[in-house]
């Protein structure tokens, strides 16, 4: 059974660029978290998906982010407009149910931007 | 608001010693209790877990936590640390439908 995906593990991306970065949960789980991880930093939550659906994102910057979870494909998490503040690790984690409450985390996205 | 706090930063060890790492929490309902560790340039593992009962819980590669709730707590530890154990360990509790996650503690083993 493999575990939670994400890709690119490293992306660099200079200032105005879009960044993309997809997550994959494990087989069976329907729900997804992304975290942010800044250098020296704990993670921070940022958004709760279900398929198709945003459940939470309270932990998302107002502007420039956003996160969706199709029906078919990966959960993608998009920052417009990058800007140096933005470099961080981000993190998937994926559940099976709402009510279960272990998190599995994928490897990681290592964002750069120049 | 709930919060999680690790009071080390960083805690150096010698091999084959015992390791106990600190975590405080914040939050007003029963909490539910996690222990990561992260390696370097990795993603992170669950250690273990604290839902209910038992408030000493047995995790993976040797590891255990108490469940204190006088104190807030929700310590790890480790009776022998292997060198192996070298990495950074962050406590957190479920606060709706999220974690919140402690600063971390990096732990280093030294031969």
């Known amino acids: 059974n493999a575990g939670v995906m994400q890709n690119p593990r490293h992306l660099v991306r200079r200032r105005g660029q879009e960044a993309r970065l997809r997550c994959s949960p494990m087989k069976g789980h329907s729900h997804v978290y992304w975290y942010r991880q800044l250098p020296e930093e704990g993670l921070k939550f940022m958004v709760y998906?279900?398929?198709?659906?945003?459940?939470?994102e309270s932990g998302m910057p107002k502007e420039r982010f956003s996160a969706e979870f199709p029906k078919e494909g990966p959960s993608i998490l998009r920052i417009q407009q990058v800007v140096r503040g933005d470099s961080a690790a981000y993190f998937c984690a994926s559940s099976p149910t709402r009510g279960v409450w272990e998190q599995y985390f994928g490897p990681g996205t290592r964002l750069t931007v120049t | 608001a709930q919060s999680v706090t690790q009071p080390d930063i960083h805690i150096t060890v010698s091999e084959g010693a015992s390791l106990e790492l600190r975590c405080n929490y914040s939050y007003g309902a029963t909490p539910y209790l996690f222990w990561y560790v992260q390696s370097p340039g990795q993603g992170l593992q669950l250690l273990l877990k604290y839902f209910s009962g038992d408030t000493l819980v047995q995790g993976i590669k040797g590891f255990e936590a108490e469940f204190k709730r006088s104190q807030s707590s929700f310590n790890l530890r480790k009776p022998s640390v292997h060198w192996s154990d070298a990495a950074e360990y962050f406590c957190?509790?479920?606060?709706?439908?999220?974690?919140?996650f402690g600063g971390g503690t990096r732990l280093m083993v030294k031969p």
């Open positions: 998906l279900q398929k198709e659906n945003i459940i939470d």
């Open positions: 957190a509790v479920r606060a709706g439908n999220m974690l919140t």
